[in-house]
């Protein structure tokens, strides 16, 4: 089971890269609008995706321009939003892509991609990155499906961000030299 879960694994990673490889550089050029200008770069995880704010803020190599999410009162319009969540039907993260919406906060969000009449944090941000995980990834034994590694998925997808955003960055910082 393990070798079929690194195979399926790899092939999510793939995926992600093949199909949000666009969505990604734009969501590094929307967050470097902040680090470059008068604002501040937001994360905002919501569950398990509370892995991807951790490793921004304390992993090895910290995103040196992010600052953990607390209220959409202190924002300004020079302020961006990352907001990380499993899917996006999630209620919590609807609420806060509304908020920031309606503070005209611009945003971007990482989440399976849910097809559905609900509200949709996707359609919500400026830009999505789309997850491509929205269900367990192999057949049980008992018939069932497991392996649901979304906080990888969206480890991934934080590392590919922030790869971008670094690029952005010095050749920003090269620019204005």
């Given amino acids: 089971m393990l070798k079929m879960f690194l195979t399926q694994l790899n092939g999510l990673q793939q995926r992600i890269f093949e199909k949000e490889e666009e969505t990604i550089e734009d969501t590094a050029r929307l967050l470097a609008q902040a680090a470059i200008g008068e604002g501040k770069i937001y994360l905002k995880g919501f569950n398990e995706m509370e892995a991807v704010c951790k490793e921004a803020f304390f992993g090895a190599e910290p995103l040196n321009y992010a600052t953990p999410f607390q209220h959409a009162k202190d924002l300004t319009d020079a302020d961006r939003v ?11 993260a609807i609420l806060l892509g509304k908020e920031l919406k309606e503070k005209d906060i611009p ?12 509200e949709d944090l996707a359609d919500l941000a400026d830009v999505h990155i789309n997850t491509n995980l929205l269900k367990p990834m192999l057949p049980s034994e008992t018939g069932d499906r497991v392996g649901f590694p979304s906080a990888l998925a969206g480890l ?11 690029e952005i960055m010095s050749e920003y910082l090269e620019d204005s030299i």
């Fill in 107 to 118: 945003f971007a969000s990482v989440a399976g991609k849910v097809k559905s009449d609900t």
């Fill in 82 to 92: 990352l907001i990380i969540s499993r899917f996006t039907t999630d209620e919590e």
């Fill in 156 to 166: 991934f997808i934080y590392h590919c961000i922030k790869f971008q955003l670094d």
